[in-house]
T-cell receptor, first 113, second 115 residues
């Protein structure tokens, strides 16, 4: 019974490059959530997706950030033209229903140099 | 909207000593409350939750938390900690009937156990 799988675990990008973070939810879960954790801070909600649909992106920056959860394959969080302030741990969580408990992945730690 | 305040960013304690991690919340509606634990380089794991019923909830590894509505608190306690409890602990709150994306996390408390 695999949990939420995120890859890569660590990602280093230079300023201006693109970062692509992948998340495979728990098998059977159709709800995916992305969170960002800055140093010394709690998790901040970014975006909530169901298969092929963005349900709530109120926590995601309007520029450079995008997310998708295609019918087949993992959910992708894409950050274009990364800046140093994007350095953070990005966590994905999944649930079976919108009211169900969240299962978290181990995160992707993005470092922008 | 809800908010969560964890009053201590770091709590160092000796092994086998008791510990309390404080959490206060604010909300204009009834809430569900959670404690999550994050071990080094891992994701968050649900430790315990209060949904309804008994205000004292317990985890399988000896932690407990008490929902106090009048004081809007949900402090986490353990009577005797172990080295393996070293982790970061996050309190979280969500309003009744809200979807999981509305879960609001506190800033976290780093619990360090010294031998």
């Amino acid at each position: 019974n695999a949990g939420v799988m995120q890859n890569p675990r660590h990602l280093v990008r230079r300023r201006g490059q693109e970062a692509r973070l992948r998340c495979s939810p728990v098998k059977g879960h159709s709800h995916v959530y992305w969170y960002r954790q800055l140093p010394e801070e709690g998790l901040k909600f970014m975006v909530y997706l169901q298969k092929e649909n963005i349900i709530d992106e109120s926590g995601m920056p309007k520029e450079r950030f995008s997310a998708e959860f295609p019918k087949e394959g993992p959910s992708i969080l894409r950050i274009q033209q990364v800046v140093r302030g994007d350095s953070a741990a990005y966590f994905c969580a999944s649930s079976q229903h919108w009211e169900s408990p969240l299962h978290f992945g181990n995160g992707t730690r993005l470092t922008v140099t | 909207a809800q908010s969560v305040t964890q009053l201590d960013s770091q709590v160092p304690v000796f092994e086998e000593a008791p510990v309390e991690l404080r959490c206060n919340y604010s909300s204009s509606v009834s809430v569900y409350l959670f404690w999550y634990v994050q071990y080094p380089n891992q994701g968050l794991q649900l430790l315990l939750k209060y949904l309804s019923g008994s205000t004292l909830v317990k985890s399988i590894n000896g932690f407990e938390a008490e929902f106090n509505k009048s004081q809007t608190s949900f402090h986490l306690r353990k009577p005797s900690v172990h080295i393996s409890d070293t982790a970061e602990y996050f309190c979280a709150v969500i309003g009744l009937g809200q979807g999981a994306q509305k879960l609001v996390f506190g800033q976290g408390t780093r619990l360090t156990i010294n031998p």
